[in-house]
């Protein structure tokens, strides 16, 4: 045969970075499926070897919507008669207690889910969030590639086992940035929603303000109020008062005790409990973190950063901000990965960024295994990554504006 017959290996384009991205996200979520599959088939998930159903975090949600059906909304807040609506729920008892902390208006969604039977009302609750947060990652992304960003974000399989809200908090922050520049008044009703976790919305003020947002900051307003008042009319005007009066209990007992496990707090103060800090240090060094989010948030949001980068650092800031923060939370983080991503498949990823989201992503997975804030280091992560694209961008504006 002629040499010049021989026909050579063609090698394989590489995959488009959007199709990449994809790739792994899928490939992620099977590895999620599958796991989640075979610790319900040993009975470690959502029902035991018994069938009955295990105790998680969804169990307070569930209890207190009972509570609330049956006209005892207050009691919801007394720990002792929660934790028996708990036992009731499930049909056996547990150790520990998951307790029901939220301002009142979370009771219509609770109410709601305890119509149900328990383990259908787990499922309605998980799939209905995990469905309006994929939504909002793809409309972040502009692309079927956000579906997947959001169903393998590490962050959303201990959402999903925990039974938690992430999926809730991580659609209201995303859907809040994602409407803001062409539907003002939806981000409003959004933000407003957002309420349900006050502790999530302490920095959005203050961002909505530097940039001049003032009728998103009218509907929220708005949206809160008017759903206080309907809790108040349909719960009793003692939901508030609980409500108020356990608030202070429920924080001396979980930051200040560690009930919960200071392990478990993906946040600075909760770095420093962890590692035998003083209550007093621990709270001042989070304070200090919370003050450097805010004045970061106000300098970004008055500067002419692009908004993708805005919206991504207020997102991983939010995070930072509050000492109440737990892993099934960091869900929020893959809102400012998904603005992150946006930005730069536009125009082109850097080497930080590469290695950057992929030590997030591995710190996150491997949260279960070590016994520190691995949560809290992927967030700063990515946060640094945010503002040092921010930084750049700025860079790049900033003569055009002194020649114009």
Sequence with gaps: MDASQIETPVAAPPLAPRRL????????????????????????????????????????????????????????????????????????????????????????????????????????????TLAAYVLTLRCILQDRAGVFVALGFPAAIWNVTAGQNGFLTAALIGGTLAALERRPALAGVLLGLLTYKPQFGLLFP????????????????????????????????????????????TSHRVLGEGVADFDRLQSLYGLVRAHDGGETLAFALQAAASIAAAIGTIWLWRSRAPFDLKAAALAAATLVATPYVYMYDVTVLAVAVGFLLHYALERGFTVAEICGLAASAALILVFPYVRTQTGLAAVLIVLALVMERARAALRVTAPARRLA
Excluded: C
């Design 206 to 249: 203050l961002a909505l303000i530097a940039d001049r947002r003032w009728l998103t900051i009218a509907v929220a307003a708005a949206v809160a109020s008017g759903m206080a008042a309907a809790s108040a009319l349909v719960f009793g005007a003692a939901s508030w008062q609980a409500f108020f009066h356990w608030l202070p209990i």
């Design 21 to 128: 991205i994809g790739v792994i996200g899928l490939t992620l979520a099977l590895a999620y499926l599958v796991m989640l599959s075979g610790t319900w088939l040993q009975g470690q998930f959502l029902s035991d070897a018994e069938n009955r159903p295990i105790a998680n975090d969804f169990v307070d949600v569930y209890a207190a919507g009972g509570m609330a059906l049956s006209g005892a909304a207050a009691s919801a807040y007394d720990w002792p008669l929660h934790k028996t609506a708990e036992v009731r729920a499930l049909g056996h008892d547990f150790p520990g207690y998951y307790g029901w902390h939220y301002p009142p208006p979370f009771l219509f969604v609770a109410a709601v889910l305890a119509l149900l039977p328990y383990l259908g009302a787990v499922f309605v609750w998980l799939a209905g």
